[in-house]
């Protein structure tokens, strides 16, 4: 097995903690939301986008209006917008159908691990690295939706397994708030999803993404004045 592939898969071992009870929790919101089974473990497999995925599901099973849930998504999958044009320069090299394969993969937990490790130079071959941190995430993602649509209603709120789901991105935004315009476009999001968190549809969500990114772009624009 590739060195760097051992490397990406030893590296995502601690999130992958994290990953389990999130996965399990989409799968249990899907059924509650009234999805079948093979309707939520084939969004987890179509869609592969958790937070969106997870929104969607929430505004879907609240009968909000397709287009909102869409919208919603969308929004919250903007930041893969970022993440690709982040990423793509290390990939340079490869072939465009090998670019799209890697592209299916691309998670917050993938994005993460692997920028670090590509600016630490700790990488030999970046695609190895990648597919190491990815595969594991996506197996363990579809296997745990799975169990969580499987279990279902049998899983005791007492678990407390939602509460995965934001520590999960606590993990991964920390790391990155190195600098003023993404600390500033954290907080701004974060606190008008907070005021906003009664809006009707779970707007605030969108909302706060999209001020949170304004913020940051703003205060990029003044730094760099």
């Known amino acids: 097995m590739n060195a760097d592939f051992r490397a990406g898969?030893?590296?995502?071992?601690?999130?992958?903690?994290?990953?389990?009870?999130?996965?399990?929790?989409?799968?249990?919101a899907a059924i509650d939301a009234g999805l079948t089974p093979l309707q939520?473990?084939?969004m987890s497999a179509f869609v592969y986008a958790g937070s969106s995925q997870l929104a969607a599901i929430e505004l879907l099973g609240e009968s909000a209006p397709i287009a909102v849930a869409v919208f919603t998504a969308i929004i919250i999958n903007l930041r893969m917008v970022m993440y690709s044009a982040s990423i793509a320069p290390h990939f340079d090299d490869y072939r465009r159908r090998t670019r799209a394969f890697l592209a299916y993969f691309l998670t917050d937990q993938a994005y993460a691990l692997s920028l670090t490790a590509y600016e630490a130079d700790a990488v030999e071959d970046e695609r190895w690295y990648y597919l190491g941190v990815a595969?594991?995430?996506?197996?363990?993602?579809?296997?745990?939706?799975?169990l969580g649509v499987v279990l279902g209603s049998g899983i005791p709120d007492s678990w407390g397994l939602s509460f995965a789901v934001p520590l999960v991105f606590l993990a991964i935004l920390v790391?990155?708030?190195?600098d003023r315009p993404r600390t500033v476009a954290a907080i701004v999001s974060g606190a008008i999803a907070v005021v906003l968190v009664s809006a009707p549809f779970?707007?605030?969500?969108?909302?706060g993404a999209l001020v949170g990114i304004a913020a940051g772009l703003l205060t990029e624009a003044v730094r760099n004045r």
């Open 9 to 28: 898969a030893r590296d995502v071992l601690p999130v992958l903690l994290g990953v389990v009870p999130f996965a399990m929790v989409v799968g249990i």
């Open 40 to 42: 939520a473990i084939g």
């Open 135 to 146: 595969t594991p995430i996506s197996i363990v993602w579809m296997v745990c939706t799975a």
């Open 175 to 178: 790391p990155v708030m190195k």
């Open 202 to 207: 779970n707007l605030g969500l969108p909302t």
